[in-house]
């Protein structure tokens, strides 16, 4: 069984600022896969990253990165410089099914 | 990736009817799995939608009340059976290649039960 806590239920900020959405997981599974989705007001899942237990490079796309940290269970997502558009509930996920996390809220106010 | 289209994309049913609900790949796909979302609430897994067999459902899901079909690799369905105004949710299908991809959603399908 898996289990995902974002302790972060909402989040708000002012534009340009910078932002860490918190994710820790369990899991009893040796290999498994970690995931980000994105959840716009208009309520479409946009898949974000995926990263294999195995890699714990940190990685970065743009004003995304992530921080991978298998001792401690924990798959951080931080969006640089963050602007109204990512306004969104923000989901970690863990796993083959993906057992969703629930969610934090992120505002981003002009 | 993969388009997964969803229909309805909406309804309002009456207590005690029953609403099947589409989900479309625009190619094949391994998993495919159905999802309820509670208003201002996370995902929940319904099942995974085998193909060719019965669905795997998960705990406080069965099959009389959200019957599935997988005829293929790109098509499902959910049926939401004997509604009440606490089906009222967001059901949501995904499709992917499995534990090392990542899933694809659909659209959602806002189902309110009145």
């Known amino acids: 069984a898996q289990k995902v806590t974002q302790a972060q239920t909402e989040i708000s900020v002012v534009e340009k600022e910078d932002v860490t959405l918190d994710c820790v997981y369990e899991?009893?599974?040796?290999?498994?896969?970690l995931f980000w989705y994105k959840q716009p007001p208009s309520g479409e899942l946009v898949f974000l990253i995926r990263?294999?237990?195995?890699?714990?490079q940190n990685e970065i796309s743009g004003r995304y990165s992530w921080n991978f940290q298998k001792s401690t269970s924990s798959f951080n997502f931080t969006i640089t410089a963050s602007q109204v558009v990512d306004s969104a509930v923000y989901f970690c996920?863990?796993?083959?099914?993906?057992?969703f996390g629930q969610g934090t809220i992120l505002t981003v106010h002009p | 990736s993969a388009v997964i289209s969803q229909k309805p994309s909406r309804d309002i049913c009456q207590r005690g009817t029953s609403l099947t609900i589409q989900c479309q790949v625009d190619?094949?796909?391994?998993?495919m799995f159905w999802y309820r979302q509670q208003p201002g609430q996370s995902l929940t897994l319904i099942a995974t939608?085998?193909?060719?067999?019965?669905?795997?459902?998960e705990s406080g899901f069965v099959i009389d009340k959200f019957p599935i079909s997988r005829p293929n690799l790109t098509f499902s369905t959910l049926t939401v059976s004997n509604m009440s105004p606490e089906d009222s949710s967001i059901y949501l299908c995904?499709?992917?290649?499995?534990?090392?991809?990542?899933?694809?959603f659909g659209e959602g399908s806002r189902l309110t039960v009145l």
């Open positions: 996920a863990p796993g083959s099914k993906l057992t």
């Open positions: 899991t009893r599974d040796t290999t498994y896969y």
């Open positions: 990263r294999n237990s195995f890699d714990e």
């Open positions: 190619s094949q796909v391994t998993m």
């Open positions: 939608a085998n193909q060719g067999s019965e669905a795997t459902y």
């Open positions: 995904s499709g992917g290649q499995g534990a090392t991809g990542e899933l694809f």
